[in-house]
């Protein structure tokens, strides 16, 4: 299968399995993707995600150049279809923009190789982004006459310094894991053999913790992002007031005054 899942506990590991292409994505393994996230969105048992790629040479290297050259349809008519139908009409890019899925729950990007085009912006819109030695990251779609379509400029202008992000962008260029760890655009860097136990160990630490309060962290990131720091401010004391009185947050409280690990339930 292109995407294969497993379950680790809480942790659900999503894998993009087509290494004889560099992990790149063809419209059905977009599309098995999507689904796969949607089902991780909507399963009250999973808590964390982490993406990672088949074999050591490619986390994912984007569109299949081969497998997505334009339709005979126009973009206004695929734009305006439903999902499945634009998707598979040319409109393909829908089925990678994990943004609009909405998920409220954490997702970790395990960079095993090259990130490239749509593949490094499917890991930029993880919440955290581990990479090993031999990962690179780049958008080289002006190369090839386009643009990253789900976010790739404003969501790399956002990771890393504005001429780190717009030298990558113009020129199409690849920055390897050092780089990247340099600039910010991951959070450590790690031997490959060690890149999917650190994930799931980063996966198990933040399992631990409430999962009320988890989810408020990843709402507050995601709302405040375009709000002014007053704003920003005035919804964490909304949120915070709305974990207040919940059983996980006395809990926590208790379990520190005994010196033993807390029992989060979710309420």
């Not at 997505?68 to 829908?94: H, N």
């Not at 090993?132 to 404003?154: K, N």
């Not at 933040?206 to 988890?214: G, Q, Y």
Request: aromatic share 6%.
């Amino acid at each position: 299968m292109a995407i294969e899942t497993e379950r680790n506990s809480r942790t659900f590991v999503v894998r993009i399995n087509r290494p004889e292409a560099l992990n790149a994505l063809d419209v059905e393994s977009m599309i098995a993707l999507n689904d796969v996230l949607r089902e991780f969105r909507d399963d009250p048992t999973l808590s964390v995600a982490v993406l990672t790629g088949a074999g050591e040479r490619a986390f994912c290297t984007g569109a299949d150049l081969k497998g997505t050259l334009p339709p005979d349809s126009g973009f206004a008519e695929s734009y305006f279809q439903p999902y499945d139908d634009s998707v598979r009409s040319g409109l393909y890019v829908r089925a990678i923009t994990l943004s609009e899925l909405a998920i409220p729950k954490p997702l970790i990007a395990a960079v095993n190789g090259h990130a490239l085009g749509g593949g490094a912006e499917i890991a930029l819109d993880c919440d955290i982004r581990i990479a090993s030695e031999t990962a690179s990251f780049g958008l080289p779609e002006a190369r090839w006459g386009s643009v990253p379509a789900v976010g790739g400029v404003s969501k790399l202008l956002r990771a890393v310094p504005r001429a780190v992000a717009m030298h990558m962008l113009l020129t199409g260029g690849r920055i390897d894991a050092a780089e990247a760890y340099r600039v910010g655009l991951v959070s450590e860097v790690v031997a490959p053999d060690e890149l999917l136990t650190r994930a799931l160990d980063i996966a198990d630490r933040i399992t631990a913790n409430a999962p009320l309060a988890v989810r408020s962290i990843k709402t507050l990131a995601a709302r405040t992002e375009d709000l002014p720091l007053s704003r920003s401010v005035e919804l964490e004391q909304l949120l915070w007031g709305l974990l207040r009185d919940t059983h996980d947050r006395v809990e926590g409280r208790r379990a520190f005054a005994e010196r033993r690990q807390p029992e989060y339930h979710g309420r």
